[in-house]
């Protein structure tokens, strides 16, 4: 049945266009855009958008859905409906599963299990070195042919800089982008949270940002010597910022992304040891963060990327140096987000290009826009919704949320992938 999403306010950061106008779906494509009250109503459903933001489907870069082999704690099924409901209509999947996503058999499993769950898109991103063990390289022309956008080894780093090399000069081959998760194991050793003085105080030991700043700029320099397509994830520090801002002034194809959490908290939340806290790269200090949302606002950060990163109370409910790293982000990433916008940090048009334009253009994937033609991935958000984060209504699997408790104000009510409404809240019957 075709969709007429009626009175809303367009935005689409690939045109520039922040116009109310009425939206045609049809075909699982968008039809037409016109002046509101210029579509004919007769035989179609009715979708009232008055006061809503009408924008191309969000797309999170950066997930981990834990299928195949962690089951226990997310599946691309609930993975896919907590991406949904929280205005997602595309993840990228990252390759730290059980077995790892280094095979063009477990890409396909992957897909096979996010079409049948028939709800958020899913793009596979593949190992960069077998295993994710920095000894061999993967088969890059195996894993794009069965359907992945990216590489990467995340989780760990690539730490050997030779096998970085080569595989930048591999991926560019298949014009694939390495997302490279940066930290030198030598200087983040056995550290469980940013080195500060919060560190000191709870008797922790500390990751210094250098950490992570090394490695961005020797993958900066090894992107620089290969001409591959290089895209840093979850930048947690100002030091990081400075270093890609230059890398792009420069004039080099660079990317990166971070992740909400590093915007919205601090190394303080890990105050009474707090294993929601618990995060790699960890969270940094005031300084980091007012950077970071510089950045986003500058656009030398691409992308906002949750890292989704489900455990069970079996890895959490520990003591805080043998918890698990990670915290769940799909359902809280909108509307820690739009905080920015309601701060002034960013306007609407900036926000909504961070969440789905930018993500679209780094992944080289459909999306992002909302011309005509284009398929009808579309997310429809109150801007000004009060909500209050609640774990136990969480789609996920998971309860590692560092946000349960919060305010936040607005929030994802509806979500179209290919002309399907995938979600809706309940209230819009
Ligand atoms: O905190 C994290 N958790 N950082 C990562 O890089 C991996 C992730 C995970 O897979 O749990």
């Not at 834990?66 to 929280?86: D, F, L, S």
């Not at 030091?239 to 992740?259: F, N, P, Y």
């Amino acid at each position: 049945m075709s969709l007429l999403i009626k009175g809303g306010l367009v935005v689409d950061p690939s045109t520039h266009l922040e116009d109310p106008l009425d939206l045609l779906v049809e075909k699982g494509k968008i039809a037409a855009l016109e002046p509101p009250g210029s579509i004919p109503e007769e035989g179609r459903r009715v979708i009232a958008a008055t006061g809503l933001v009408v924008t191309p489907g969000l797309i999170d870069m950066h997930v981990h859905l834990r299928e195949p082999g962690e089951e226990y704690k997310e599946t691309i099924c609930t993975g896919t409906r907590a991406a949904v409901r929280g205005g997602f209509t595309a993840v990228a999947c990252m390759p730290n599963t059980k077995p790892v996503n280094d095979t063009a058999a477990v890409t396909r499993l992957i897909l096979d299990q996010a079409r049948a769950a028939g709800s958020a898109r899913v793009y596979p991103v593949g190992a960069v070195s077998m295993g994710s063990k920095g000894e061999t390289l993967s088969e890059y022309g195996d894993l794009k042919a069965a359907g992945v956008v990216a590489l990467s080894d995340n989780g760990r780093p690539v730490s050997n800089s030779m096998l970085m090399r080569r595989a930048l000069e591999y991926a560019k081959t298949f014009d694939l982008p390495i997302i490279s998760h940066c930290e030198d194991l030598q200087l983040s050793a056995d550290g469980v949270m940013h080195e500060g003085q919060v560190s000191l105080k709870l008797g922790l030991k500390g990751v210094p940002g250098a950490a992570e700043e090394v490695m961005v700029y020797r993958d900066l320099t090894l992107a620089a010597l290969t001409g591959a397509r290089l895209h840093i994830a979850h930048v947690s520090t100002a030091g990081s910022v400075a270093i890609i801002r230059l890398a792009k002034a420069m004039g080099m194809a660079v990317t990166a992304e971070t992740a909400p959490h590093y915007f919205s908290l601090t190394d303080a939340a890990v105050l009474g040891y707090n294993t929601h806290a618990k995060v790699n790269p960890p969270l940094r200090t005031e300084m980091d963060v007012r950077s970071i949302k510089e950045a986003l606002r500058d656009g030398t950060l691409d992308a906002v990327a949750c890292d989704h990163a489900p455990h069970s109370s079996l890895e959490k409910e520990l003591e805080f140096n043998a918890a698990a790293f990670g915290l769940i982000g799909l359902e809280t990433s909108l509307g820690l987000t739009l905080k920015l916008v309601h701060d002034g940090t960013l306007n609407l048009i900036q926000a909504i290009e961070r969440l789905s334009t930018g993500p679209a253009r780094v992944l080289g994937v459909a999306g992002g826009a909302l011309g005509v033609g284009s398929p009808a991935d579309i997310t429809l958000i109150d801007l000004n919704r009060e909500w209050t984060v609640d774990v136990g209504t969480f789609a996920s699997k998971s309860r590692n949320c560092p946000f349960d408790g919060w305010t936040l104000k607005g929030k994802a009510v509806m979500t179209i992938v290919g002309g399907k409404v995938v979600w809706e809240e309940e209230s819009r019957g």
